[in-house]
Nanobody, 122 residues
Framework: QVQLVESGGGLVQAGGSLRLSCAAS????????MGWFRQAPGKGREFVAA????????YYADSVKGRFTISRDNAKNTMYLQMNSLKPEDTAVYYC???????????????WGQGTQVTVSS
């Protein structure tokens, strides 16, 4: 089992920045690809970004490319999402996830955190 805990969410004005963190415990962190998904009210959970085990490969949703940066520190068992130039449409609950492969698909991930709320005001 892998336990994931997100932090760093909050309320920010449009154009601002936030940095989300995902702390992992349990099995060896570096054995897992990691990802971020988000879910806005009334919508399904959508892919945001993913990173491979050794951080050599990253993927981004088109909607966040150029604004968000995913990273990980395997020595600290932690993954990050730096979010810049935030827009009201980025408002959602952001979920950290771990799985076997870094993909854009929900089904690739086995473990999920409880989520952290990000609200961007206009």
């Amino acid at each position: 089992q892998v336990q994931l805990v997100e932090s760093g969410g909050g309320l920010v004005q449009a154009g601002g920045s936030l940095r989300l963190s995902c702390a992992a415990s349990g099995r060896t962190f570096s054995n897992y690809a990691m990802g971020w998904f988000r879910q806005a009210p009334g919508k399904g959970r959508e892919f945001v970004a993913a990173i491979s085990r050794n951080a050599g490969v990253t993927y981004y949703a088109d909607s966040v490319k150029g604004r968000f940066t995913i990273s990980r520190d395997n020595a600290k068992n932690t993954m990050y999402l730096q979010m810049n130039s935030l827009k009201p449409e980025d408002t959602a609950v952001y979920y950290c996830t771990a799985g076997g492969s870094a993909t854009r698909s929900l089904s690739s991930y086995s473990y999920w955190g409880q989520g952290t709320q990000v609200t961007v005001s206009s």
